[in-house]
């Protein structure tokens, strides 16, 4: 009998200890539906006292790790050897050693090789992600632009130090043949090179042919012209034979993504770019307010897309 009472004492108290257990395993908060648990906030802690003030900022510092973790996860960024090589043969002639010397330098202060590359790599998988962060919570709208671009360019003009700004523009028609199932490269280059032929004997202009042969059907309909425009708005190998065709002349068949072409530069000018300046600067200056704001706490942007449910503190 004595033998069954003491059971049964080790039995209520196991099921003490259990339902003991499981009170202090409880949520205290969520992010993005993941729990983080009474005890993990009480190991944050680590020697601090276990007050409110303190258990809030330990949870606090749970979360931004869990956030960080997963935007790292999300990245799926990649550090390559040759990275890690590079800036370690870099470091080590900045401080005007040699890599053997430098690895031995590592050794005494009892860093090591291994160690040193692991915080390499994750020094630069934390600032990619950091620069993710910003960026990706950098907004700017065009009304902003415009409003802090018109203020700036006035603002310009009363203290007289406005300048002008004026870049090269070109007056281009062009002609675009695609490529298809029955229409090979070697053919459409063939038949623009015919056509420019054509043009140049005065066989036809280069507006009727644009009218005929074109698939740029918008620019075709006016005889293949694009208006006046800078060669930047264009595509590199667009832009690149604009810049060398001259004043007049027509170019010899080239190839960009969108199909061959034939262009004619018509007139250039020096347009007038001094608002589309300011428009630029007030683009930058307010892009670079917005990342120098967001990169003060940079960790605190990952929670505007985040889920957090503070259950208890």
Partial sequence: MKHKWIKYILLAGCLSFTATSYAVEKVVATINGTPILNSQVTKALGKKANTPENRAAALEGIIDDMLVQKAIAEAKISVSPQQIQQIMQQIAAQNGLTYGQFLDALDYQGIGEARFRQQIAHQIIMGQIRDKAISENISVSREQVEQLAKQMFNDAQQKGT????????????????????????????????????????????????????????????NGGSLGWNVPEIYEPAFQAMIKNTKKGAISQPFKTKYGWHILQVVDTRQGDRTKDSYMQKAYQQIVNQQAMEASKDWVKTLRRSADIKILQK
């Fill in 162 to 221: 406005l300048k002008t700004v004026t870049v090269p523009e070109y007056l281009v028609n062009h002609i675009l043949i695609k490529t298809n199932p029955l229409l090979n490269d070697a053919q459409a280059k063939q038949q623009l090179s015919s056509l420019r032929a054509d043009i140049l004997a005065n066989k036809t202009s280069f507006a009727d042919a644009a009218k005929t042969y074109s698939k740029d059907y918008l620019s075709g309909a």
